[in-house]
């Protein structure tokens, strides 16, 4: 019988008690095997220069070298290294800054053991996993049918509003550039708009995009985008 192919793991949180549970946790499934645990940026990437892990966990606040910080110097030893944030910041503007950095995914703690390993597999597949009501504060993805966009162009003009390129869209949705550039265009074209930032402006002032006033509700968990 074929031995099964476990994703190596690198772990990276400040508290020694919440990586613990981390990889107490992470034991738990077949699949995956944690090789190195940092509680610090530089200490990380030292371990990731030696264990070459599939995938590294990495919080986002941390002493010393932040998440970002830690996240920029793994890109420069390894410009291919898969990397999840895993933070209990719940903050859009955290998440944009991961992303932009090259981050593979942006998950929160509040997410459910099935949700989190769902998120590790897919990054070790390629994918881009964000807890997706962290986000995006585009209303229930149905249809609007004052404007006739579909679920997918509003959840776009969420992520537009988020600041998003269109490259970093199709990463968090797992679709192709030149897709994402045609729902673009279809919003544009719908909403009667000249650019992207009209788009927005226009969503908001027909309630399709509600403001940021109050943070999300955590009793459910995280959702992670497919």
């Known amino acids: 019988m074929a031995t099964m192919r476990r994703i190596r793991l690198l772990l990276v949180d400040d508290h020694r008690v919440i990586r613990a549970g981390l990889a107490n946790l992470l034991s738990t499934e077949p699949d995956f095997l944690v090789v190195a645990q940092a509680d610090e940026g530089t200490a990380a990437i030292g371990l990731w220069r030696t264990h070459k892990p599939d995938v590294c966990l990495l919080d986002l606040t941390m002493q010393g070298l932040d998440g970002i910080e830690t996240l920029r110097g793994l890109r420069e030893i390894d410009p291919k290294a898969r990397v999840l944030m ?32 769902e998120a590790i597999r897919r990054v070790y597949a390629g994918g881009t996993p964000v807890s997706r009501d962290k986000i995006v504060d585009a209303r229930p993805a149905v249809q609007d049918t004052s404007t006739g966009l579909t679920p997918r162009e509003v959840e776009v003009l969420g992520l537009l509003r988020e600041g998003f390129t269109n490259t970093d869209i199709a990463r968090l949705l797992g679709i192709t550039t030149h897709t994402v550039k045609n729902h673009v265009a279809g919003i544009i074209t719908k909403l009667d708009v000249s650019d992207r930032t009209q788009a927005v402006a226009r969503a908001f002032d027909l309630g399709i995009l509600a403001t940021k006033s109050s943070p999300p509700s955590s009793a459910g968990g995280g959702r992670i985008v497919r």
Request: aromatic residues 10%.
């Open 86 to 117: 895993f933070t209990s910041s719940d903050c859009a503007d955290d998440m944009t800054r991961a992303i932009a950095a090259g981050a593979n995914g942006y998950v929160t703690k509040n997410v459910s053991h099935g949700e989190l390993f």
